[in-house]
């Protein structure tokens, strides 16, 4: 029996390659796992075993090689050809995509094997998956607590052994912030690329693929898979450079920079004392340490909140039960659009939207949409300059470990807080990488790691030599026992 908890993607290849397992038998051991524990954690909201199956009995029919034959999950914003994609939102529930998203393309072009579509917050609007409209995702290392979000599906699979990576999506921290709850490596890629056709959007301006994983070295293979031009999105240029494996275990002749103005906006202190200990290694393995400040990311929280909703309001107008998805009949169209957006769209989604349109609207624009985009020229500003002395900026992933549920639902500025650290990052359209640097009262703590636009190369490597160094155990107890 295949035991596919803490199975890396890399370990998974290299069984099919000895002829260990066949890819039906790996496939077989991820479904097992799903079938185990999805019933208490629901990361997954679609699998098609059969298909899955189906597409592992091909690649041992026709040979394999690299990534072939290894099974992936895909969070529910990405279009799957025939396969329902609802972006959490029973607004479409049921609907059908008459293609597939450019990363799901890359993923089947590299034999990859998909187990299924992953629970999210509801158009990736949220930081806890509690906003999904078809139930939550719960942590894999404590039920009684969330998994993050908006990707917190993709991330508990990942966790859980329910796939040995997946991809997810980041407007403003939505995989490193789980990956850092779930205690697994998370990579915000540089803003264009990874294309974003096929992806349902949220924030054309912030939205990114990225992957998550149990190791850095796993997320570069995945990443090299989906990391590539595509023409048919606009604003994508693909990576700079050929995405390398990390293998180094030495930071020597690196500088990191610490911005020490970001960690006074409050740290618990359980995830500060890690934070302090992982930075004192980067120093250990030959790094050059030193303090920095980015003056106007502390009003980040503020920009994004104005930018991201004002980019959804546009966005989630196409919902409206013409075309498709749901549609709810009424007497005249006007009717028939109110009734199909109150029942279609959740709490969240409908707060953002009537923020965007409040700060879109004649009157209001320069006041808040318009500051709000000086405000990012300025962080981006802040970031070049602070790359100017070093080559990579270090903070906490998220200023806790993961909350209980009902926590900061009803609270929308508390639960918005939570990306304080990731949502620059963001702004910026620079890439993040997230990964697990110990545990504080049982719960995995992120650590992350920034850099320049495509740098994602170098970040890989200090995450690869940090991971070699601190040797967390990705596999929650709970389960590694056995646990139901």
Known sequence: MIDTLGLTAERAAALLDAREVTAEELAGAYLAQIERHDGELHAFLHTHPEQTLEAARAIDARGRSGLQGVPVGLKDLLSTRGVPTTAGSRILEGFLPIIDADVVESCREAGLVSVGKLNMDEFAMGSSTEHSAFGPTRNPWDPRLVPGGSSGGSAAAVAAGMAPFSLGTDTGGSIRQPAAFCGIVGLKPTYGAVSRYGVVAFASSLDQVGPFALTVRDAALLYSVIARDDPRDSTNVGPREPVSLPSGTSLAGLRIGVPTD???????????????????????????????????????????????????????????????????????????????????????????????????????????????????????????????????????????????????????????????????????????????????????????????????????????ALEQAIGFDARPPRLSRGVA
């Open 262 to 464: 970001q960690l006074a906006a409050g740290v618990d202190p359980g995830v500060r004392a890690l934070f302090d200990d992982t930075v004192a290694l980067c120093a250990a393995l030959g790094a050059e340490l030193g303090e920095t400040t980015l003056p106007h990311a502390s009003d980040g929280l503020a920009a994004y909140y104005l930018i991201a909703p004002s980019e959804a309001s546009a966005n989630l107008a196409r919902y409206d039960g013409v075309r498709y998805g749901l549609r709810v009949d009424a007497p005249d169209v006007h009717a028939m659009y109110e009734e199909t957006r109150r029942r279609g769209f959740g709490a969240e989604v409908k707060r953002r939207i009537m923020i965007g349109t409040y700060a879109l609207s004649a009157g209001y624009f320069d006041a808040y949409y318009g500051q709000a985009q000086r405000v990012r020229t300025l962080i981006c500003r802040d970031f070049a300059a602070a790359f100017e002395r070093f080559d990579a900026l270090v903070l906490p992933t998220a200023p806790s470990t993961a909350f209980a549920f009902g926590d900061k639902v009803d609270d929308p500025l508390a639960m918005y807080a939570n990306d304080v650290f990731t949502l620059p990052v963001n702004l910026a359209g620079l890439p993040g990488l997230s990964i697990p640097c110990g545990l504080s009262d049982g719960m995995p703590v992120g650590f992350q790691l920034i850099g320049p636009a495509f740098s994602e190369n170098r970040l890989l490597e200090i995450g690869h």
